[in-house]
């Protein structure tokens, strides 16, 4: 494996973009920045390896230019003040970077999976007529897990939801409007909820998910400090 370290100077602290999602701004919207652009690719992600699977199809940089668009188009938002909050996406796939951004600002959020679980060969497809919708329910089912876990290249920014049409128009100036997309927002019912169809698939409560994250924490915490303290930080 190969680790590179760097250093660069920041000029306005007030300007870091980081994970925490900003509540005092209104309506805002969420969006995903893929860089791998649909592929989804599975394997080698944290979701195969907890499966006790591999995958043959890794996440990959395909795109030099994407990757250096993408950091352009992130200086140029960020400097024009339209990014609200960031996360990049390769370590653990959207599931992770979207509740990640939840647990740092103690927020529901409510996620549409549509967009990114568009399958065109659902229409063309060619299996058992009488078994047509189970294979579109499976495939569908299949694609949202990918969408969720798959750990390409990418972000997910929050903006105003005014701006939208602003900062979509930056994506598209630098190439990126086809694999930039609007997937959703924070809300304060408190549950990380998931739609796909108009239905809620996936729906939990920020505090639930948040105690599974920190629970390797907190054992650590148990032997290493005090059993009593590590316990109340935990609850």
């Known amino acids: 494996s190969l680790i590179i ?7 306005d602290v007030r300007r870091t973009l980081t994970p925490q999602l900003r509540l005092d701004r209104g309506e805002t919207s969420l969006i995903l920045i893929d860089l791998g652009r649909g592929k989804n690719r599975l394997g080698a992600s944290c979701f195969t390896q907890v499966m006790q699977m591999t995958g043959d199809q ?3 940089a395909d795109s030099a ?4 668009a993408f950091f352009a188009a992130i200086q140029q938002l960020n400097q024009q003040g339209q990014i609200l909050a960031y996360h990049d ?3 653990g796939g959207l599931f992770a970077t979207l509740a990640e951004m939840a647990f740092a600002s103690r927020c529901g959020l409510a996620v549409n999976l549509d967009i990114l679980t568009l399958d065109q060969g659902e229409a063309a497809d060619q299996g058992d007529a009488k078994n047509w919708a189970a294979q579109i329910s499976a495939r569908r089912n299949d694609a949202s897990l990918r ?3 798959n750990e390409e290249l990418g972000a997910v920014i929050q903006v105003r939801h005014e701006a939208r049409s602003e900062v ?3 994506s598209r100036q630098f ?10 927002k924070p809300n304060q019912s408190g549950q990380i909820e998931f739609s796909r169809d108009a239905k809620v698939i996936y729906s939990e409560s920020r505090v639930h998910l948040q105690q599974l994250w920190s629970n390797t924490s907190w054992q650590i915490a148990r032997m290493r400090d005090n059993p009593d303290c590590a316990d109340a930080e935990y609850a």
């Open 58 to 60: 890794v996440a990959d």
């Open 65 to 68: 230019e994407d990757l250096k």
């Open 147 to 149: 969408a969720l876990f």
């Open 5 to 11: 370290s760097a250093f660069a100077p920041v000029y």
């Open 175 to 184: 190439n990126l409007g086809a694999c930039s997309h609007i997937i959703g």
């Open 89 to 91: 996406r390769s370590d």
């Open 168 to 170: 979509m128009d930056v």
